[in-house]
């Protein structure tokens, strides 16, 4: 059934309280819950950093994330810029001599844009991972003019990191749509977690989601749908 039109998100940035803590999971679970709600949903890793893969897109993330939209856009457009370095673009650039090209990613965002209804972009490690000097992951945020999601983990610890990030979203304006927490490793009861980060940040928790063991469409279709307030995240 197609909900799409009563859809008002235009797109998303998927931020993070860091690195591996699930943005590419969430995300891929995102498009695929969209794409099988009629939406033309597209994907973009703007930066991407580590080892590239042999066949395909250098980024393992861009496939993920592509085959979760099931879309086939050009690498140059999802991906513009890829370290082989896993590191920052800040501190891949210093080690490298490659600077990275914010002006392509922001001009590969556009072009995106008009592709798709609903582009999801997927950030690099946390929000203030720095890409220019005085220029982090936050500054594209704004700079796209889109609203953000933060994942994070429900690992001890987390309340912290997602405490700071919230209140990093709000120094620089940005609005958020919720937090997310990637519920993959044991930690906090998720109830207290949900009361503890919502009393804390005033931001809604959109839902958790458990330890994936099957990426198939289906199987995360199914628990996105069953853990994500996709009304909330979508209006
Ligand atoms: N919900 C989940 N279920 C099972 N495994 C998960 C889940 N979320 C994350 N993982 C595991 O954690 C790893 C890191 O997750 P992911 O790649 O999504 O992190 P990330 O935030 O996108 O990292 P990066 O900053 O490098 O993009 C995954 O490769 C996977 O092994
Ligand atoms: C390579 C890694 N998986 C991420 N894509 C890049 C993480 C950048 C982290 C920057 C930092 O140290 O905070
Ligand atoms: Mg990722």
Request: aromatic letters at 6%.
């Amino acid at each position: 059934m197609d909900t799409s039109k009563n859809i008002l998100l235009k797109s998303l940035f998927i931020a993070g309280t860091d690195t591996d803590v699930g943005k590419t999971y969430i995300t891929a679970g995102l498009a695929v819950v969209l794409r099988k709600m009629g939406v033309d949903v597209g994907v973009m890793k703007p930066f991407a950093a580590g080892d590239a893969q042999k066949k395909g897109y250098k980024s393992e993330d861009v496939e993920i994330l592509s085959s979760a939209a099931q879309t086939c856009d050009p690498e140059n457009l999802v991906n513009p810029q890829f370290f082989l370095i896993p590191a920052s673009p800040y501190t891949a650039w210093k080690k490298l001599k490659i600077k990275p090209k914010v002006s392509t990613v922001l001009s590969s965002f556009k072009k995106l844009s008009k592709l798709h209804k609903v582009i999801l972009v997927e950030g690099m490690g946390g929000i203030m991972t720095p890409i220019l000097k005085d220029y982090y992951i936050t500054n594209l945020i704004k700079e796209m003019k889109i609203p953000t999601v933060i994942v994070t983990r429900s690992k001890i610890g987390t309340v912290n990191h997602t405490v700071m990030t919230v209140k990093m979203c709000e120094k620089y304006k940005i609005p958020i749509k919720g937090i997310i927490i990637n519920d993959f490793e044991s930690g906090y009861p998720i109830k207290d977690l949900t009361r503890d980060l919502q009393n804390l940040t005033g931001i809604k928790v959109l839902g958790s989601i458990p330890f994936i063991q099957d990426m198939s469409d289906a199987s995360l279709n199914q628990i996105f749908k069953k853990n994500i307030d996709l009304k909330l995240l979508l209006k």
